[in-house]
């Protein structure tokens, strides 16, 4: 994790509240209780949006509370340790009740605010089994008197959504231990990062064989014993995973959904249908005797963390893929230092993340400026980028090029992490890349038909596949491997591990010799590259 997390969102100040609370807090001469502003709390779009009114009183909401980590100086140096080969703590993972216990919340934490939130006539629906997160209900009147702010809605361009208006506060002993409060804005919606090209009356795209024979997976053995987590937003039909099984013979286990926050969208799953699907579908295809765990959870800043922190707190994956983000500036500073926190957590236990860097090149936002994409900038996070990849007859591998839509550039939010030695002082993505041309898709069986997919969402899978392949082989967790990445990428393997990709461009950065910010190291020679990581 960055030792030296730097955020450019600008921080609000504090506030002060008009209402008195007697609820908790040290007492002021009055004898009300002081109220502290809880810092980047408040989304920067409002800035540039218009109030069109107040939220009504009487709507249900659900917030979730974050609480701050403990000990963060030595949990960063740990972070660092755990991933370094030359460190006597390499690989050396926590159980989660071990990194509670040394970095989380405390139970008089966790007291100090439930007391004060029920106090305030809020419902406490789930305190999480970190501590990291306490998720409460209730109606927007009392929102804002719990909170001390005004919830508005706001119009930005054709987009409509609801904030709040200034900084929430809360008692100087609860604001203390508070990190942020996700869900007072709903600003941020998570997007798919693919691209279906067509549908098709057999199966066209890329096959697992010719996968598995492109990336130089086939002696990597099956990934037996594995479990990979896809981190989603809406759910899959089985019977679609079972035809694509069946026409590849792929004989992988059942995927098991996991619900978050009581969300299970397989009934009826909407727009995201064929993400999950290509998901559950390219890791089979490249580790197929790995268990599929599909964490489904409410599209939301609060959904978010709190799959992250489910994720984290369960520690049932030794890999998680992600295919869904949004640009980075679109969440609050607060809600990605919580899911940071989670992520951290989980890069602790030895978890890999890996998240998809984008579809629209170097301007994430859309809005002509140049931006990259969260969850894929966390610093626990690997961010993979996208290539356009050529084979020949029998699938031997010739040549990539950049994709034009990779997302890549320079984090808003986060410094340099240790692994990374980038002059502008900005943590760069993507880290490494994979086959996202939707020219040069994937065969995928969604909704009921045969489809060819692109994107990063399909690169970020392939990444998780692989690190199944090899903590199977290896019998070892890799965890967070961008340290060994960027170790490998600078050193006398780094032509037998990665595919430099060095033509293309996502419009401001090009791909070139070694790093980019475009397809990162490129893309794994899956046998070279698991000989590099040892």
Known sequence: ?????????????????AASFMLAGSANASGAAAMIAVPHNVNTAISHSTRMGDLPATAPMSVAVSLKLHNTASLHAFLAAVANPRSPQFHRYLTPAQFTARYGPTTADVRAVTNYLTAAGLRIRDVSTNRQVVDVTGSVAKIEHAFGTRMGTYKQGTRQFYANDTAPALPANVSA???????????????????????????????????????????????GGQTVALWEFDGYQAQNIATYDQEFGVNAPTPQTVSVDGANFDGAPGGGQGEVELD????????????????????????????????ASEDRVSVTSISWGACETASSQATITS??????????????WYAAAGDSGSDDCQDGTQAVDYPASDPNISGV???SLS??????????????????????VFGTPGYQNDPSGQRSVPDVSSNADPNTGFAIFSAGQWQVFGGTSCAAPMWAGFTALYDGNR???????????????????????????????????SA??????????????????????G
Do not use: C
């Open 1 to 17: 994790m960055n030792k030296a997390m730097r955020f450019v969102v600008a921080a609000v100040a504090p506030v002060p509240i």
């Open 177 to 223: 231990v508070v990190a942020g409060i996700s869900g007072l804005d709903n600003h941020a919606v998570r997007h798919t990062m693919n691209h279906q090209v067509r549908p098709a009356q057999t199966a066209g795209g890329f096959t697992p064989a010719q996968l598995q024979t492109a990336y130089d997976t086939a002696s990597l053995g099956s990934a």
């Open 280 to 311: 559950i579908e390219i890791v089979q295809a490249m580790a197929n005797a790995a268990n599929t765990l599909v964490y489904e959870a409410p599209n939301s800043d609060q959904g978010q963390i709190d799959l992250a922190n489910q994720i």
């Open 339 to 352: 899911t940071d926190n989670a992520l951290a957590q989980g890069s602790a236990e030895g978890i890999s």
């Open 385 to 387: 980028g996208g290539t």
């Open 391 to 412: 084979t020949d007859g029998s699938g031997n591998y010739q040549g990539e090029t950049a994709w034009s839509g990779s997302g890549g550039g320079l984090s808003a």
């Open 475 to 509: 019998g070892v967790r890799l965890g967070n491997g961008n340290t060994q990445f960027y170790s490998i990428g600078n050193g006398a393997n780094y032509g037998t591990a990665f595919h430099d990709i060095t033509s293309g461009s996502n419009g401001a950065f």
């Open 512 to 533: 070139g010799t070694g790093y980019d910010a475009v397809t990162g190291w490129g893309t794994y020679d899956g046998a070279g590259l698991a000989a590099a990581l």
